[in-house]
């Protein structure tokens, strides 16, 4: 179990009754499991979803003030799907890390971004940068798109 003081966020030690950085008593600590990746009810110590607004256990409404410290998990290999999104975009696919997220509608949307930048920058795939307008679309493409690829990565 690890306790985090509500006030401060400094870590409180186990043995301790209270934050040693501002003094706060550690009945009102945000209690996490070892690794901060669940939250754990103040009332029953159900272990909590971030997602959740209250205990499935007994009820307890979350304190919001928790999620500040929820620490998220990526999932088994997230890492190659945020390699995907990020190496072909890179040289302007986009949409490939959508695949491996199993995110069909996604991906084809990406894809077809992809060719109507294409087409616009008359069939060449390098060579944006020729053309600013499609450049910059193409810049905005990437980086939203490697974003949400960083996002499902880390997802539940």
């Known amino acids: 179990m690890r306790y985090i003081c509500s006030e401060c966020g400094s870590d409180i030690p186990l043995d301790l009754d209270f934050c040693k950085a501002c003094g706060s008593l550690k009945s009102k600590a945000i209690s996490f499991n070892d690794d901060a990746t669940a939250i754990l009810c103040q009332k029953c110590g159900a272990t909590i979803s971030p997602y959740e607004i209250s205990c499935n256990h007994c009820g307890e409404p979350v304190d919001r003030k928790s999620l500040r410290y929820y620490q998220p998990k990526m999932r088994k290999f997230g890492w190659i799907g945020i390699a995907l999104a990020a190496i072909p975009g890179i040289g302007g696919v986009f949409g ?16 077809l971004i992809t060719g109507g930048i294409i087409y616009l ?15 910059i679309f193409a810049m905005g493409i990437y ?3 490697f974003m949400e690829a960083i996002a499902l990565a880390y997802a539940p």
């Open 96 to 111: 490939i890390g959508y695949l491996y997220f199993r995110k069909w509608k996604k991906a084809l949307f990406y894809l």
């Open 143 to 145: 980086f939203i798109q």
């Open 121 to 135: 920058n008359d069939g060449l795939l390098i060579g944006i940068e020729d053309n600013l307008l499609i450049g």
